[in-house]
Every structure is written in C-alpha cells, then in structure tokens.
C-alpha cells in the first residue's frame, strides 16, 4: 500500500508541475492564450570549400544514418540549347547515365549499384545539367569511383540515344492528353513569349536532329571543375572527405566559363486566348503575366501578398470562389519569383464548363477588391504567422538547407540569404504589401488563357473581349510530313479498280461481302509499349451504328455512336460524345474493308491507283479509296490481294493525327477473309496492338444495345 500512495504521490506532483500558468488558466478565448517568440534561425551551415581549379565544394556533416549523399550541379541547361534541337538536354541527362562509361555500359553499372543498394542519376533541368549518387557509408569509395567516371569519362552509346528519342518520340505524341498540362504549358509560353527557350517545346523533328556527337560536344564544353559546384551531405568527416576530393578534382584542368545566355522576354499582348477541347467538362483557366525576381526588394511583401491573397485554404481566392461562391474545384495563385529571371504573375482555376465566364468575372472581382476592400492588417498577421511558423519546416534537415545553399552560390546569391527570409518577412507592413500588388499584378495587363469545352460555356468567352484561338497540333515527325490532298478524282481509274475488284475477291467475293449486314466481334487492344491489354466487344451494323464495350481497369466503358445520338457510359455516368469523336466513330466504319468492298461497284466509292511502295519487304499498290467525307489509302500486295497496310486522317488522343495500320495474320470465317492483327501508328509512332479473336457475321442483335441507358434518377432518354 506505501508503494501505491507513493506511485500516487509522484503523479500528483507532476501534475502540479504541468499546470497551465495563472495567466493562461484565467484565459477565456483562446486568442487570448499568450504565443512565444519563434527561436532564433541558425540552420547548420555546410562547409564551403573552393579548390584551385575553381570547384565549388559545400560538406555538410549528418551522423544520424550512416549514409553519404552528393551532387554536382553544372552550370548551362536547356535554355542553351539551339531551338532546331530542342530536347537535346533533355536526352543528354538520360542519356549520360543510361550510355555509361567508356569500361562499362549503363545496364552493368545498374547491376554494379543494385547490389550495394545505391544509385547514380543524371539530368537536366532550364540552366544546369546534374549528376548525384547516394550509398551506403561503407560503399563510398566504390559508388565515388562510377560518379567520377561518368562525370569525366561518359559514352553516350549510339543505342542509349535512339532509346532515348523514341521515349521522347512517345511523350511528344501524348502531350495533349491531360487538359492542365495543356494549361501551364501554354500559359507559360503567354507570360514569357512563345518563342522563349523556357517554353521552348521538343518535336519530333528537333528530337531527330539530335546526335550523338551532339551530347559529346556538350559535355566536353560544359563539364569542367570551374563550371561545377559539388555538394555532400552524410556521415563522414569532412577533412577526411576533403582531402579525398582534393586528390579527386585537383588535377582536372579548368576549362572555359559558361555564359548564361542572353534571354529576351516578350509577353503576350493582354487579352483572351482560348484552346477549344471537346472531351472535356470542365475549364481551366489561367491569368498570367510576368513576375519578379527573388533578389528584388518587393520579394519579401510579395510572399506576404500571395499568402493571402491565393495560397492556402484561408486565402482570399478559395475562401470567396471556391467556399462561398462554390465556383471553383482549385484556385490559386501569386506573384512568382525566379532566381536569375522574371517568375510568372499567375491566377488559376478549374471550373465546371457551364461556369467558365462567371469564373472569370469572379477572379476579376477579387482582383477589383484589392482596392476597394485593402488587405487588412489582420490579414498581413495571420499570413505572417503562417510563413513564419511553416519556414522552419522547409529546412528542418542538413541536406535541405545544403540544397538551398548550393542554389545561393549558383545564382550569386549571398550566403545568408536563407536567414535574411525570416527578418524580410517579419518587416513587411500593409503598405508594402498594398505597393506590391498595385505594382506586379495589373488586371488590364493579363494575358487569359481558357481550356475547355466552348459549346458547354455559360456565355461565349468573346462576351468579355476579342479571343485569339491557339493551335496545339503536334507537328508530324520529318518523315511524316504530308502535304494539301490533291483533289479527289471524280470517277475510279481502270487500275485502281482492278485492284479494289482484287481485295474484294481476296477477302471471299462480292457476294460474300454484300450478304454481310451486321459483325461482331471480340478483340484485345494493348499499347505500343507493352501495358496490359484490354478485352474489347465491337458490334457494327451497316451503315451507321456502332456498339464498343471495353473492359478498363476502372470498370466496364460502353460507347455507341448512331445517327442521331453518340455516347459513352461507364463509372462516371453517362456522357455524350464529343462531336469530333463522333464523327470519327462514324468514320470508323465507313473505313471498314468490308464496308468498303460491298460497294466495289458504287460509283460514289471512288478508287485511284496511285503508285506504288514498299511495305514491310513488299512491293504494294497504292490505291486511294473515298466516298464523300471518307477517305483512306490501302497498300494493297498485287500478287494476294490483301490490303498489307491502310493510311488515313483521323482524330486521334491529341486531336488531329496521320494514322497508319499494318495489317497481318489473315484468317478466313465463313468465306470472308480478314486481317486479324491490326499494328497501328498515329504520326508515325507506335500507338496500338489490336489483335481480333472471334468474329461472327450477321448475329442476332438486339436493338437496345443502341439505346441510350438512364442516368441515375432519370429516365432514359
């Protein structure tokens, strides 16, 4: 019993101890509940080092795991390179790994690192080119030899680069996929010039221009000492990790000094512009113009500035579009800032379709409320506080503030420029934060982009000004380049008859074809780079009705196309289709060979020899088939008759395309024969592998499978 009363006692007593003070115990609201001052700010500074040969070296000692960390930052990046081979960089920091060095290959070297449990990477970014590796203490020595090797004695292998080109061939090709990307990209080349090396674009035509010897010329003329700053983090003693980079580096002859280019910015002229996308139902929009630089004196008001105004959850912007006005799915924006030029002034939001404009105008009145309805001094606290308090946290750790530090000596910045952020902030008053929005952010002055679905706007977007459309289309690649159609004949030539008549009997006779008033089919489609496949049911029937079920990793997708509706269905509802991707549809089956062959004798089907070519290792035909809007080129083998290859315009994933078809594997059912491996291109890269597994003629279909379903909660329309 003593020793419970004593256990009790002892609790007791530290109760007592972690009372609340009198003066917070008496507190009745909780602002009353007095806050300390914020400790002082000393991060841990790296040691900085300079060698005689004008290497930049930061050690920054961490003894918490036994780990060692390093990057070399290399002044010069993709605003250097020449427009005609825009990506080069790009392909050489990919490249600079994968090529290896000239006594081992990257795919060795991967094997080399994976046993130790360590990496060596490459890359670039718009000013620097960078190679890094992390290891285990232990495995330093070992891991330092492949950094130094690749840093001074890279391959850049021949086989590495086309791998390369390709990956850059398929990221052209996807680019307009994601509708935000869309946005930034395109807002930035408004803020800063179309033509801007910080918006510059790779094409397929850049990418090709780029050689090996290229990537070599680059880094014999980037990579010296006196170009480089190296910084290391981890456990280890840093006169010791000196001494090994003295020994290292100090032989490595300086070379000449990068000079960073001369960059021009012409903005947009301020107004609306406006990318039209079909396939969505929702608008971004972005307002931007040009910002600051960090070394200004406006830096530290302008973080005040954004903080309240569009950054966080209390900001103005979410608090007035998005909570109270139930406008916007993400709004947000500021003042932005660069190191050595001009960040971007940008407001962005993502709005319903059917509320673009009133979107628009509720920006505008934020923007108007800076006027009239000043940031209050009760604002500029709670935003102070908030950068003051979350600051810390940026550069809670020793590798953290080495970066920031690596990035002051790379931009000429002074060393204390991290502990000057927090007296900056702590400085700025409401007049200084009043003075920076009237003086950076210009609502006559933005240049306003809008991506979206035009037929879905509340009002026309030309309602608030003159719209200036911008084109996104993908240039093809070279060898791609396709010129006007000639005009379409008006009737078939004697040759390009013969061998329509020619495809037709090969695929079973004009009466085989003719009986033919519906198919169905069961297929798998998988993409060029080898992702899983999907299981895919098409049910045609002639002329106009089409019926597409296919099994995604997100559920079943139906989409059916006639000639008075075009929907898809699945998880997310009911949708109509866009006009373009309808019309396409359509496209689709007026392309089908078997629909083209029942009409061999329709002098509306009109087909054109036109030459011949090689196609996979056989001389074709070329025969140019259209009937109205239709249109498609067949290579057609003249020995057998089958169509080896189809080529045609259509609307692909990113808008208008070249496609192409391989076609192989022809199986025979009930008299028809057929292609049942379809290899398809969309501007000249790989896209899709469809391969067809059962196919039935004339089934028995039931005309529901037409219909539109109900949205949930209402009827069928």
């Not at 130790?116 to 990477?121: C, P």
């Not at 990221?171 to 869309?182: A, F, K, L, Q, T």
């Not at 690596?406 to 000057?420: N, Q």
């Not at 208008?656 to 391989?662: A, N």
Request: aromatic share 8%; hydrophobic share 40%.
């Amino acid at each position: 019993m003593r020793r419970q009363l004593t256990v009790i006692t002892l609790i007791v007593g530290i109760c007592g101890i972690l009372k609340p003070t009198n003066a917070a115990a008496q507190a009745t609201d909780w602002q009353q509940v007095p806050i300390p001052a914020l400790h002082a700010f000393h991060p841990q500074e790296p040691k900085r080092i300079e060698l005689p040969n004008g290497m930049i070296v930061f050690l920054q000692e961490d003894h918490e795991l036994p780990l060692i960390d390093g990057t070399a930052r290399i002044r010069g990046g993709s605003r250097s390179e020449p427009a005609n081979k825009a990506g080069m960089l790009e392909m050489y920091g990919d490249v600079w790994r994968t090529g290896g060095t000239k006594s081992q290959t990257g795919d060795q070297l991967d094997d080399y690192l994976e046993v130790r449990a360590a990496k060596v990477e490459t890359g670039s970014n718009a000013d620097s080119t960078s190679i890094s590796w992390s290891c285990l203490k232990g495995d330093f020595d070992d891991v330092f030899k492949v950094f130094t090797d690749l840093l001074r004695d890279p391959e850049f292998r021949a086989d590495k680069l086309d791998l390369a080109q390709k990956g850059m061939d398929d990221s052209i090709s996807r680019r307009n996929d994601d509708v935000g990307e869309i946005a930034g990209r395109e807002a930035a080349k408004l803020a800063y010039g179309a033509d801007n090396p910080y918006t510059r674009e790779p094409e397929y035509a850049t990418v090709a221009a780029v050689t090996r010897q290229d990537l070599i010329d680059w880094h014999h003329t980037h990579v010296h000492p006196n170009n480089i700053i190296l910084g290391i983090v981890g456990d280890f003693d840093s006169a010791v990790m000196e001494a090994k980079l003295r020994q290292a580096f100090g032989g490595w002859a300086k070379g000449p000094a990068v000079k960073a280019p001369d960059i021009e910015f012409h903005p947009a002229k301020p107004g609306y512009y406006l990318i039209p996308k079909s396939d969505v139902n929702q608008s971004n929009i972005r307002m931007v113009e040009l910002g600051i630089r960090r070394d200004n004196p406006d830096y530290y008001a302008t973080q005040v500035f954004n903080e309240v105004f569009g950054n966080g959850f209390s900001s103005r912007l979410v608090q007035n579009i998005r909570t109270a006005k139930g406008l916007a799915y993400s709004v947000g924006g500021g003042i932005g800032s660069g190191f050595d030029h001009p960040g971007v002034v940008r407001l962005s939001m993502g709005t319903k379709s059917v509320s673009t404009v009133e979107a628009i105008q509720a920006l505008y009145e934020e923007l108007d409320k800076l006027k009239t309805n000043p940031i209050s001094d009760d604002e500029i606290k709670r935003a102070k506080d908030s950068i003051l308090n979350s600051f810390v946290f940026n550069f809670d750790s020793p590798d953290k503030v080495l970066r920031e530090r690596m990035a002051y000596e790379f931009y000429g910045y002074p060393a204390d420029f991290l502990e000057r952020f927090r007296s900056g902030v702590e400085k700025v008053q409401p007049a200084d934060v009043a003075r920076a929005a009237a003086k950076y952010v210009h609502k006559d002055q933005f240049a306003v982009l809008v991506v979206g679905n035009t037929s879905e706007f509340d009002k026309p977007l030309a309602s608030l000004g003159e719209v200036k459309n911008i084109d996104i289309t993908i240039p093809p690649p070279p060898g791609e380049k396709r010129e006007a159609p000639a005009a379409k004949p008006a009737a078939s030539d004697p040759e390009g008859k013969a061998l329509a008549a020619k495809v037709v009997e090969a695929m079973g006779g004009l009466a085989k074809l003719q009986a033919v008033k519906s198919m169905q089919a069961d297929l798998t489609e998988q993409d060029a780079q080898g992702g899983p496949s999907s299981a895919v049911k098409v049910t045609i029937v002639f002329p106009d009705r089409m019926h597409v079920d296919v099994q995604t990793p997100q559920g079943p997708l139906t989409i059916v196309v006639t000639p008075d509706a075009g929907f898809m269905a699945g998880a997310m509802g009911v949708r109509d289709l866009p006009a373009p991707q309808k019309a396409e549809t359509m496209q689709q089956i007026q392309r089908d060979m078997v629909y083209i062959g029942q009409h061999l004798n329709d002098p509306k089907f009109i087909f054109a020899a036109g030459g011949s070519e090689t196609v996979g290792g056989v001389e074709t035909r070329i025969v140019d088939v259209s009937a109205g809007d239709m249109a498609i080129r067949w290579f057609v083998d003249p020995k057998t008759g089958h169509v080896v290859q189809e080529a045609y315009e259509a609307v692909g994933r990113s808008g208008q395309m070249h496609g192409e078809t391989v076609l192989s594997k022809w199986e025979t059912t009930d008299g028809i024969t057929l292609p049942a491996l379809h290899r398809n291109k969309e501007n000249g890269q790989d896209s899709s592998i469809v391969e067809f597994t059962r196919v039935e003629y004339n089934p028995a279909i039931d005309p529901k499978l037409f219909e539109k379903p109900a949205a949930e909660g209402t009827p069928a329309q």
